[in-house]
């Protein structure tokens, strides 16, 4: 049974940092690209970042470049998202995904979605 567990939401400031992780298991999950999606009320899933299987190549939507840094530890099974900078705009869930696919990482067409972390940035 795959799973994809996110941690590391909260409520932070604008112009603060949070750390979002995202341990995956029930899967060879060097063979999987990973993503970052999120969704505010009353909006669609919204790409925001993926890494390929190596972690040789990122991809970031253009509102989140510079500030957004995604990250990939195959030995541990785990993704990161380092959000610096953040906006209130920034604000949503944010759910981590896994696919096997390697291509057309901003559609939202992945295997596996963790469960969503709530990410809140007060103005």
């Known amino acids: 049974q795959v799973q994809l567990v996110e941690s590391g939401g909260g409520l932070v400031q604008a112009g603060g940092s949070l750390r979002l992780s995202c341990a995956a298991s029930g899967l060879t999950f060097s063979h999987y690209a990973m993503g970052w999606f999120r969704q505010a009320p009353g909006k669609e899933r919204e790409f925001v970042a993926a890494i390929t299987w190596s972690g040789g190549s990122t991809f970031y939507v253009d509102s989140v470049k510079g500030r957004f840094t995604i990250s990939k530890d195959n030995a541990k099974s785990t993704v990161n998202l380092q959000m610096n900078s953040l906006k209130p705009e920034d604000t949503a869930v944010y759910y981590c995904?896994?696919?096997?696919?390697?291509?057309?990482?901003?559609?939202?067409?992945?295997?596996?979605w963790g469960q969503g972390t709530q990410v809140t940035v007060s103005s």
């Open positions: 995904a896994a696919k096997a696919v390697q291509s057309n990482y901003a559609i939202p067409r992945y295997d596996y």
